[in-house]
């Protein structure tokens, strides 16, 4: 009784709390249009089931531990309030989140389940995580979400769009996390438990110090201090072997150094933990686009563009198309990138490539 008493007090705080980072940064113009209609339960799930793919990919790709999902899905199924109502994914970050999305579909963080410290406190999680859910659609959208949905449920995305429906409102989702105040609320509980947490969220807990170098590193390869980056990356992959996020970091910076071999190995390997990341897919693709091996590169950065297209991986695959004797996917491709990014540097360069190509036809 006491335990459910201390909930039930709890829940008009967390509620305030989170819904004012969902609806804090909408701005004023926060109001869907006028005769728009709430969405159906089938239409919400598609709509945060889009959103949620590409906010996987924007808050670092989703978490390679496959137990760890299975472990958060069987205590999902045995508790009574939240069974059959939650869809929760794990993104590979290191700061401590939660996301809610339409459809009863939240996305936590890597860094969010490392602060759980007993089962009792990640089940309480897991019921706030489901409460913040099913407010979430009565929270009004702003103009640009529901523009957004718009698309996602009326037209088929392209896969090269960088600016598609689903895309603009997983940015839209990534700017408003439940963190800090918020995410210390929904660990306030007096549901303990005498379990410990499970297993591989004891590992995760395990795995803190290493990203903590990692972050070190990427400090001090920003300060353009490489040296003494790559000690910390090193250490950090040292400490732990098998994790793509820190193994993708380390060949990237091996690989804006110049150290393709060692850049391949690493992001080979980080590929293989997590091959639903679009950047390390591109990394490994730009990789092989500077070896020649143009076959490998396409490969690489059309998966890396299937799983989210930016500017980026979309000038590496037209240069890719374009090397491997594609003209027409090439030119679609840099015209692409020009109406969508014209002002910036790839942009640019992708005006003067299609001036080119245009011009000896």
């Known amino acids: 009784m006491r335990n459910l008493v201390a909930r039930e007090l709890l829940w008009p705080v967390i509620m305030l709390t989170a819904l004012a980072c ?7 113009d926060r109001y869907l249009p006028a005769g728009a209609q709430k969405l159906t339960a089938e239409q919400e799930i598609k709509v945060g089931a889009a959103a949620g793919d590409r906010l996987l990919q924007l808050l670092g790709g989703p978490h390679h531990d496959q137990t760890l999902a299975e472990e958060i899905e069987s205590l999902i199924k045995r508790d009574v309030e939240i069974s059959g109502r939650l869809n929760v994914s794990l993104a590979d970050k290191s700061a401590a989140a939660l996301y809610v999305l ?27 995580a489901a409460a913040l859910s099913r407010a979430a659609s009565s929270v009004q959208a702003n103009r640009a979400s529901h523009k957004a949905t718009v ?4 037209t088929k995305e392209s896969v ?9 409102l997983a940015r839209i989702f990534a700017e408003r996390p439940c963190e800090g105040n918020c995410v210390k609320s929904l660990l306030s509980s007096e549901m303990k438990s005498s379990q410990g947490v499970p297993e591989s969220i004891r590992l995760l807990q395990e795995l803190q110090p290493a990203y903590t170098s990692l972050a070190e590193a990427q400090q001090l390869e920003r300060a353009d201090n490489f040296s003494q980056a790559i000690i910390h990356y090193l250490k950090a992959a040292t400490m732990a072997p098998d994790e793509p996020h820190i193994l993708g970091s380390l060949g990237m910076a091996y690989l804006r150094a110049g150290e393709l071999q060692t ?29 020649g091996k143009v076959h490998k590169a396409n490969n690489e950065l059309a998966e890396s563009v299937r799983l989210l297209p930016v500017t980026e991986n979309l000038f590496l695959l037209a240069e890719a198309r374009e090397k491997g004797g594609d003209a027409e996917g090439s030119i679609s491709l840099y015209r692409l990138i020009v109406e969508k990014d014209p002002q910036s540097k790839l942009g640019r360069t992708a005006a003067s490539r299609l001036a080119r190509s245009m011009g000896a036809e």
């Open 160 to 168: 090269y769009d960088p600016e598609s429906g689903s895309i603009r």
């Open 102 to 128: 339409p459809g009863d579909r939240v996305v936590m963080t890597r860094g969010l389940l490392s602060e759980i410290r007993d089962l009792g406190e990640l089940t309480a999680l897991l019921q706030h």
């Open 263 to 291: 850049a391949r190995l690493n992001l080979q390997k980080a590929v293989k933990l997590q091959p639903d990341y679009y950047k390390t897919r591109m990394g490994l693709g730009y990789l092989y686009l500077q070896q």
């Open 22 to 28: 969902f609806t804090g940064c909408a701005g004023m």
């Open 151 to 154: 698309e996602i449920l009326s």
